[in-house]
């Protein structure tokens, strides 16, 4: 069931609202940017102000200061993405509180995502689940994240998504 | 080539890769993601053994790639899963430990670790 969760991919690019391919590429993109948004600045805030470790115990590297950081990205990045990308080119939008919400949730998601595939992998005892892309370790290290956020992102945008106006 | 080097050039190739594939859709995304899961399983699994369960591999990663299948079979109206086709696939799973794990294999977690992957 885990790594299916990828599946998720699917009724996010055929969702309702999204007409044509381009709409169904670009809401799929959505929750993908989102989750970039958090990683990044996660590792930036982390690098600069990282000083409490958020739980050194599964994941010794993530800290407080990562973690709040990669949320306010994961905002930013959420209503650049809805007012440039989403907004002309699937002619759908969210409300600014709908932006807020979901930018939260998908962030968090997204760590604890994170923090799950951590934890296997100190249980286990291995670095990466496999090296099977180049640089980045397997298939699970590259889609952690989105494992937990893409069935986060399906339910809530099945809420949150709004036709724009015009 | 260094590390940073082969992370960058992957990362360069793979993100076009990504958008084009989520473009295509249908049997494209279909068969992408039943690879991934099926990888991701297979992963997850070679994990699990690490940590010292004792899945049954091939059932799971089989399993894991077919969810995007089943799922775009439903899309294009062909085949819906019923419910008891879930339950069927879960008792096959329970009844193939007593031979494949037998008392001592823990079977319980066999199962549990398989249907989690």
Known sequence: MYPALLTYMFPIR???YAVGDVAGTVLVMFPIMVTWGTD?????FG???GKRKLIPSVSPGKTVAGSVGGLLVAVVMCALYARFILEPLAQLTLTPLGILAFAIAISVADQIGDLFESLIKRDAGVKDSSSLFPGHGG???RFDSLLFALPVAYLLLGHLLVRSPG | MSELTR???FSLAGAPLT?????????????????L???????????ARAGGSNPLDIAGVVLAACVPLLVYAGYLGVYRLPFTVGVFVLLTLLASVIWLRGIGGRPLVAVAVTVAG
């Open chain 1, 40 to 44: 990044t600045g996660a590792y930036v």
């Open chain 1, 139 to 141: 298939v699970l290290d």
């Open chain 2, 37 to 47: 899961a099926g990888l991701g399983a297979w992963e997850f699994f070679r994990m």
């Open chain 2, 19 to 35: 958008v084009i594939i989520i473009y295509a859709g249908g049997a494209v995304l279909t068969v992408a993601l039943s690879i």
């Open chain 1, 47 to 49: 690098r600069l102000m």
């Open chain 1, 14 to 16: 055929y969702h309702d």
């Open chain 2, 7 to 9: 992370r960058v050039l």
